[in-house]
Nanobody
């Protein structure tokens, strides 16, 4: 399974970014897809997750500002990030969990930097 993230960058506080994660080598529709992030000196944490059926859950710190979605026809999951804050600065990683095998995969990460 290969996961390739894109869409990171530098943005001012209050701005928006949309991350994309393109998957290959798997039947995309049977994977739970997630976005995680890791800030310097901190542990990797879940940001948002979407099941194969479209059910979503979010970290409390991003609820109401971030939206995760998926397009099974394009094998892609998105993370729309609005009202960004400096504390959102981190490397954002895409994750896939295969519902049949339980196996997980990670992307290489994309840097998001929010300036104050």
């Amino acid at each position: 399974v290969q996961l390739v993230e894109s869409g990171g960058g530098l943005v001012r506080a209050g701005g928006s970014l949309r991350l994309s994660c393109a998957a290959s080598g798997t039947i995309f529709s049977i994977n739970t897809m997630g976005w995680y992030r890791q800030a310097p000196g901190k542990q990797r944490e879940l940001v948002a997750r979407i099941t194969s059926g479209g059910r979503t859950n979010y970290a409390g710190s991003v609820e109401g500002r971030f939206t995760i979605s998926r397009d099974n026809a394009k094998n892609t999951v998105y993370l729309q990030m609005n009202s960004l804050k400096p504390e959102d600065t981190a490397i954002y990683y895409c994750n896939a969990v295969n519902l049949l095998t339980g196996g997980g995969s990670w992307g290489q990460g994309t840097q998001v930097t929010v300036s104050s």
